[in-house]
């Protein structure tokens, strides 16, 4: 039904395209174009037939590989597959400090120490941390930047190869980034050729994918984005076709006429992607959110997200592309209780859709506005509860040969106690370690206080750069580059 | 061989393997002499009792007790070991020295009160009591508190633990130390309590000599009082 509606929709509204290559490969694959002009740009109303979209989806490869540094690390997705990665993301404007502080209580004159919580705008240095951070935590799958850099020195034309660079210099896991200037986009697959080890190696091993917010809800193609996607298609990398319509402004607020719409669009920049190279590999993006009546900002943690994303999850699955969804989004601007049942919820309920990559999942609050690395500490444990809850089931024929055994053996010990094989499962990491940021306190939540000493552990373990001569290639061929981030000057 | 045969005793209570049917800590070890079949090696060498005991078995588990201390095991790895050591001792027992009651530590009547059927805690208590070398007497669940001073006086024993989980039982572990009490034995048998409701301030209350406020605890309080 809803991929009937979908389809619907992209024939009649259809989309309205501002980008006149896209609409040459729609028009040249069976599609209607009609021109038209919105405000000072030239623009198409076009009519997607059915039979273009199932076209193009049958040349999707099912199954892609995001490379990474460490070929360890690398994330294999299957459209069909159960598997589900964990990464990080967005570009959050403030980055989040906890300092701890002591008070003195008025009340009983008791010294506590209180985390005291400050915002500072993002810049080069905490995203280079946060890449660091994000290689140290264990659910963390694959890293989206997840600071927005405002540095002074850093300019429309250097931004990108800056921030590829701090990102594939920190962390050796798969790097999926979006391209701020098209004209960037050279210099940015240069440096990751440079890593890979040529044009060839980058293929089989792309240490960097891409994503593209090709569509403007409603149903829009926007111009430079779609330059940016055809191009990436051509180049044969991965590439998300992300789209972010929110229910309520964008979209309509309702389950179905949500899912309807963010399907089409997906499905939109899915069909001009393989239109530009059938066959690319190309990941099914839906990010939609639910605005808040009060101010008609994003909101996150509510169930019609959870109903919105698994929705969408289910369609990529249905038309067998690699999907990417979203979980963890803290609506609290601060760590706390707040933040805990939103981003426990979504963690929870998205992965049932089985996703094969879950974004914005560490340390987001405020929406996507502040990035916490305590948060993110904390959200690498409620991820490690979400993976361990969506295991395979224990529930086999030979475990019910073995609970034979086992019970047997108990019922005629001494005292009759399952420690013995507690102690075996505990052993091979098959029982949950439990909350690891507990305190002893018996007035105070000592959570954060807790994560934040852990934090400072992860923060001080050892860099892995990369190597010498890598970084001399890429200081010697990337203009822009600021010499700051070079680890070897 | 005499050092080689010992330390080989305390590998295997960190491994927690009773004989050579168990698994230990690491796989693979199923097959291989455990604790009980290594007492049986090192008394067939003619390895002293008290080195067996002392610097194996005891060793064993007090290096049990400090990787419990540093986060490395876990209430599991505790339980597995102490049984070790249960086994251990069982060979032990016909070889210890003449005259020697064979109660190490001491003798320990370990019950659940009157009307109260739980026993996990009161479990907990009589392994690791079992393995830190006392000799426990287990009496069981729902034990009337003349029973126990009965065990108490058959048993001759040196202290009586024990246990409750509700708060409607707890005030039985008072009746036990009031038959103590009646049959004159106060004063040579200690009494141990814990469990859920109890506390230090209700141990005091009944005349308890003392209260552990979990499993480790109890056991270290064991040792004070008998030391």
Same mark, same amino acid.
């Given at each position: 039904?809803?991929?009937?509606?979908?389809?619907?929709?992209?024939?009649?509204?259809?989309?309205?395209?501002?980008?006149?290559?896209?609409?040459?490969?729609?028009?040249?694959?069976?599609?209607?174009?009609?021109?038209?002009?919105?405000?000072?740009?030239?623009?198409?109303?076009?009519?997607?037939?059915?039979?273009?979209?199932?076209?193009?989806?049958?040349? &999707?490869?099912?199954? @892609? $590989?995001?490379?990474?540094?460490? #070929?360890?690390?690398? /994330?294999?997705?299957? %459209? !069909?597959?159960?598997?589900?990665?964990?990464?990080?993301?967005?570009?959050?404007?403030?980055?989040?400090?906890?300092?701890?502080?002591?008070?003195?209580?008025?009340?009983?004159?008791?010294?506590?120490?209180?985390?005291?919580?400050?915002?500072?705008?993002?810049?080069?240095?905490?995203?280079?941390?946060?890449?660091?951070?994000?290689?140290?935590?264990?659910?963390?799958?694959?890293?989206?930047?997840?600071?927005?850099?405002?540095?002074?020195?850093?300019?429309?034309?250097?931004?990108?190869?800056?921030?590829?660079?701090?990102?594939?210099?920190?962390?050796?896991?798969?790097?999926?980034?979006?391209?701020?200037?098209?004209?960037?986009?050279?210099?940015?697959?240069?440096?990751?050729?440079?890593?890979?080890?040529?044009?060839?190696?980058?293929?089989?091993?792309? &240490?960097?994918?891409? @994503? $593209?917010?090709?569509?403007?809800? #409603?149903?829009?193609? /926007?111009?430079?984005? %779609? !330059?940016?996607?055809?191009?990436?298609?051509?180049?044969?990398?991965?590439?998300?076709?992300?789209?972010?319509?929110?229910?309520?402004?964008?979209?309509?607020?309702?389950?179905?006429?949500?899912?309807?719409?963010?399907?089409?669009?997906?499905?939109?920049?899915?069909?001009?992607?393989?239109?530009?190279?059938?066959?690319?590999?190309?990941?099914?993006?839906?990010?939609?959110?639910?605005?808040?009546?009060?101010?008609?900002?994003?909101?996150?943690?509510?169930?019609?997200?959870?109903?919105?994303?698994?929705?969408?999850?289910?369609?990529?699955?249905?038309?067998?592309?690699?999907?990417?969804?979203?979980?963890?989004?803290?609506?609290?601007?601060?760590?706390?209780?707040?933040?805990?049942?939103?981003?426990?919820?979504?963690?929870?309920?998205?992965?049932?859709?089985?996703?094969?990559?879950?974004?914005?999942?560490?340390?987001?609050?405020?929406?996507?506005?502040?990035?916490?690395? !305590?948060?993110?500490?904390?959200?690498?444990?409620?991820?490690?509860?979400?993976?361990?809850?969506?295991?395979?089931?224990?529930?086999?024929?030979?475990?019910?040969?073995?609970?034979?055994?086992?019970?047997?053996?108990?019922?005629?010990?001494?005292?009759?106690?399952?420690?013995?094989?507690?102690?075996?499962?505990?052993?091979?990491?098959?029982?949950?370690?439990?909350?690891?940021?507990?305190?002893?306190?018996?007035?105070?939540?000592?959570?954060?206080?807790?994560?934040?000493?852990?934090?400072?552990?992860?923060?001080?373990?050892?860099?892995?750069?990369?190597?010498?001569?890598?970084?001399?290639?890429?200081?010697?061929?990337?203009?822009?580059?600021?010499?700051?981030?070079?680890?070897?000057? | 061989?005499?050092?080689?045969?010992?330390?080989?005793?305390?590998?295997?209570?960190?491994?927690?393997?009773?004989?050579?049917?168990?698994?230990?800590?690491?796989?693979?070890?199923?097959?291989?002499?455990?604790?009980?079949?290594?007492?049986?090696?090192?008394?067939?060498?003619?390895?002293?009792?008290?080195?067996?005991?002392?610097?194996?078995?005891?060793?064993?588990?007090?290096?049990?007790?400090?990787?419990?201390?540093?986060?490395?095991?876990?209430?599991?790895?505790?339980?597995?070991?102490?049984?070790?050591?249960?086994?251990?001792?069982?060979?032990?027992?016909?070889?210890?020295?003449?005259?020697?009651?064979?109660?190490?530590?001491?003798?320990?009547?370990?019950?659940?009160?009157?009307?109260?059927?739980?026993?996990?805690?009161?479990?907990?208590?009589?392994?690791?009591?079992?393995?830190?070398?006392?000799?426990?007497?287990?009496?069981?669940?729902?034990?009337?508190?003349?029973?126990?001073?009965?065990?108490?006086?058959?048993?001759?024993?040196?202290?009586?633990?024990?246990?409750?989980?509700?708060?409607?039982?707890?005030?039985?572990?008072?009746?036990?130390?009031?038959?103590?009490?009646?049959?004159?034995?106060?004063?040579?048998?200690?009494?141990?309590?814990?469990?859920?409701?109890?506390?230090?301030?209700?141990?005091?209350?009944?005349?308890?000599?003392?209260?552990?406020?979990?499993?480790?605890?109890?056991?270290?309080?064991?040792?004070?009082?008998?030391?």
């Amino acid at each position: 039904m809803i991929d009937k509606t979908s389809l619907g929709l992209l024939e009649n509204p259809g989309i309205l395209c501002y980008h006149e290559e896209s609409v040459s490969l729609l028009e040249k694959a069976g599609a209607k174009a009609t021109a038209t002009r919105e405000g000072e740009h030239d623009a198409w109303w076009v009519s997607i037939p059915e039979k273009v979209v199932r076209q193009a989806l049958e040349t &999707v490869p099912a199954k @892609i $590989t995001l490379g990474a540094r460490n #070929p360890e690390n690398r /994330v294999i997705l299957e %459209a !069909e597959g159960n598997r589900v990665h964990f990464g990080s993301g967005s570009e959050t404007n403030y980055w989040l400090e906890v300092k701890p502080e002591t008070f003195v209580s008025r009340e009983d004159g008791h010294e506590r120490i209180i985390p005291v919580m400050k915002r500072n705008r993002g810049n080069l240095d905490y995203l280079c941390r946060s890449a660091h951070l994000s290689e140290q935590l264990e659910n963390l799958d694959f890293f989206i930047r997840n600071v927005n850099v405002q540095d002074d020195d850093i300019t429309t034309e250097n931004k990108d190869v800056n921030v590829f660079f701090a990102a594939l210099n920190n962390i050796t896991k798969p790097v999926i980034s979006g391209v701020a200037d098209f004209d960037q986009l050279e210099k940015v697959v240069n440096m990751a050729e440079i890593i890979a080890g040529g044009r060839e190696e980058l293929i089989k091993n792309p &240490v960097v994918s891409f @994503i $593209t917010s090709v569509v403007k809800s #409603p149903l829009q193609i /926007v111009a430079e984005t %779609a !330059e940016k996607l055809i191009a990436i298609a051509r180049l044969g990398l991965p590439v998300v076709i992300s789209t972010s319509p929110q229910g309520g402004s964008t979209a309509p607020i309702d389950e179905m006429g949500m899912v309807a719409q963010v399907n089409a669009e997906a499905l939109a920049g899915i069909t001009i992607n393989q239109l530009a190279n059938p066959g690319a590999p190309v990941i099914y993006g839906a990010v939609p959110v639910r605005a808040r009546m009060d101010d008609l900002h994003d909101m996150y943690g509510v169930p019609e997200f959870c109903h919105y994303n698994m929705d969408c999850a289910q369609m990529a699955r249905y038309y067998k592309v690699p999907c990417y969804s979203t979980a963890g989004v803290g609506d609290a601007r601060v760590p706390g209780i707040q933040a805990a049942v939103e981003k426990m919820y979504t963690y929870t309920a998205v992965p049932f859709a089985a996703p094969g990559l879950v974004h914005y999942a560490f340390g987001l609050l405020d929406k996507t506005q502040t990035f916490s690395p !305590e948060q993110a500490v904390l959200d690498n444990h409620k991820i490690g509860m979400a993976k361990f809850l969506h295991r395979e089931s224990g529930v086999n024929e030979e475990a019910a040969e073995r609970t034979l055994k086992t019970v047997q053996e108990v019922m005629h010990s001494p005292y009759r106690m399952y420690a013995r094989h507690a102690r075996g499962m505990l052993r091979r990491g098959e029982i949950f370690g439990g909350f690891p940021f507990e305190g002893d306190s018996e007035d105070q939540d000592q959570t954060l206080l807790n994560v934040h000493e852990h934090l400072k552990e992860l923060e001080a373990r050892d860099k892995q750069y990369l190597p010498e001569e890598i970084c001399k290639k890429i200081f010697d061929t990337t203009p822009g580059l600021l010499p700051r981030l070079n680890p070897y000057k | 061989m005499s050092k080689e045969l010992i330390g080989k005793i305390v590998d295997n209570v960190l491994q927690g393997r009773r004989n050579k049917d168990d698994e230990g800590i690491e796989e693979g070890m199923a097959g291989e002499p455990g604790v009980a079949e290594l007492v049986q090696d090192a008394i067939d060498s003619g390895i002293d009792t008290d080195e067996i005991l002392l610097n194996g078995l005891s060793r064993g588990m007090e290096m049990v007790g400090q990787k419990y201390e540093t986060g490395e095991y876990f209430i599991p790895d505790m339980l597995t070991a102490a049984e070790a050591v249960e086994e251990g001792m069982k060979v032990m027992e016909p070889h210890l020295v003449k005259g020697e009651d064979g109660s190490g530590k001491g003798k320990v009547i370990m019950a659940t009160v009157e009307k109260d059927l739980h026993d996990i805690g009161k479990n907990l208590v009589s392994i690791m009591l079992k393995g830190a070398g006392f000799t426990v007497v287990d009496l069981g669940i729902d034990v009337p508190a003349a029973r126990i001073a009965e065990a108490a006086e058959e048993e001759k024993a040196n202290l009586v633990g024990l246990s409750a989980l509700l708060n409607t039982t707890m005030s039985n572990m008072g009746d036990v130390v009031k038959e103590l009490e009646k049959k004159g034995l106060r004063d040579k048998v200690k009494v141990l309590i814990g469990g859920a409701p109890t506390s230090e301030d209700f141990a005091q209350e009944i005349g308890a000599d003392s209260y552990g406020k979990d499993a480790f605890a109890a056991i270290r309080e064991a040792e004070k009082l008998l030391k």
